[in-house]
């Protein structure tokens, strides 16, 4: 029988950081592994917001440590790091959540969005694991970044973003690869569509969302307790032996070519029995 989600207690004691926990997948992720027994260094630009969510979390004063952070600063992402291991006292995992989406073509988006993009999106997840390397190299803990399945491909309209999650899941290789002697493993999850903010902002439309969910074969997009929970199996001693991977959590998206749905298209015009007649 399966275990009910968060039943199981994997961090009972462990200290965990992660940026961008004042909504969507990063909240998810906090309160999932908060029900697992970890203690927790939270970190957003919505400081408010933040400490807001952390009220429900219901952990001790001395699990808990909240910081206001623009991760697009990376003097900022260190601090954060070194200020969370000294007020938990040390470091067993670092998920870099924190992200934005930036829309245009090369020649629309101005160099400034593009460079807060990398910043946010990529620069951030190297200043944050750098600060927090000394800590994992301590506790032979882990790194769980946020990466997307548009850091695996293209999507039309979202140069910036596919660059720099793109950035994301190699430098997530990368870590794995030198990091590996350390005791560290370091991983990404790559959601594909997930009903957070972040992505309902641009589904002021409901042909939009429909539009979507049509390309996805389990029909819907994810929920930000199942990236959580992609992101804590990574994180915890159940993937001891993971490291370096991308996973992808897609509902099936990236399995497709991107070809048209045959397949529906012949059976809306009811041709399904003529082409499964040529058949051998
Ligand atoms: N929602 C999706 O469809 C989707 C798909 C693939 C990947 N992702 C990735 O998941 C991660 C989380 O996104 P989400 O969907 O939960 O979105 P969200 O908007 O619900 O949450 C993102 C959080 O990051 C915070 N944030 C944004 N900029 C920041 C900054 N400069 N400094 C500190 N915090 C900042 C926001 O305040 C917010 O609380 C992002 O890295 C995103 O790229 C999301």
Not at 101 to 107: A, K, L, N, P, S
Not at 115 to 144: E, N, Q, Y
Not at 215 to 231: D, H, K, N
Request: proline residues 4%; glycine residues 10%; contains cysteine.
């Amino acid at each position: 029988m399966t275990e009910p989600l968060g039943s199981m207690r994997r961090f009972a004691g462990k200290v965990v950081a992660i940026t961008g926990a004042a909504s969507g997948i990063g909240a998810a992720t906090a309160t999932r592994f908060a029900a697992e027994g970890a203690r927790l260094a939270l970190c957003d630009l919505a400081g408010d917001r933040l400490a807001a969510f952390a009220e429900g979390l219901a952990l001790a004063p001395a699990d808990l440590f909240l910081k206001a952070v623009d991760v697009a600063d990376g003097a900022a992402v260190e601090a954060f790091v070194e200020a969370a291991a000294a007020a938990l006292g040390g470091l067993d995992v670092l998920v870099n959540n924190a992200g934005i989406g930036c829309f245009g073509h090369v020649d629309e988006i101005t160099p400034e969005a593009w460079r807060k993009t990398m910043a946010v999106d990529l620069d951030a997840v190297f200043f944050g694991c750098r600060a927090a390397l000394p800590h994992l190299r301590r506790s032979r803990g882990a790194i769980v970044n946020t990466a997307s399945i548009s850091g695996q491909l293209a999507d039309a309209g979202l140069v910036a973003y596919n660059v720099a999650k793109a950035g994301v899941i190699n430098l997530t290789r990368n870590l794995a690869v030198d990091h590996a002697a350390d005791g560290i493993r370091a991983n990404c999850i790559c959601p594909g569509g997930v009903g957070t903010p972040m992505l309902t902002a641009h589904m002021r439309d409901a042909a939009i969302m429909a539009e979507y969910e049509r390309l996805v074969p389990l029909g819907r997009v994810g929920t930000p307790e199942e990236m959580a929970a992609a992101i804590t199996f990574l994180a915890s001693a159940d993937a001891a032996y993971i490291t370096g991977v991308a996973l992808t959590v897609d509902g099936g998206v990236t399995a497709q070519t991107g070809q048209p749905n045959f397949d529906r298209l012949y059976r809306e015009r009811d041709w399904d029995k003529k082409i499964l007649a040529r058949k051998p």
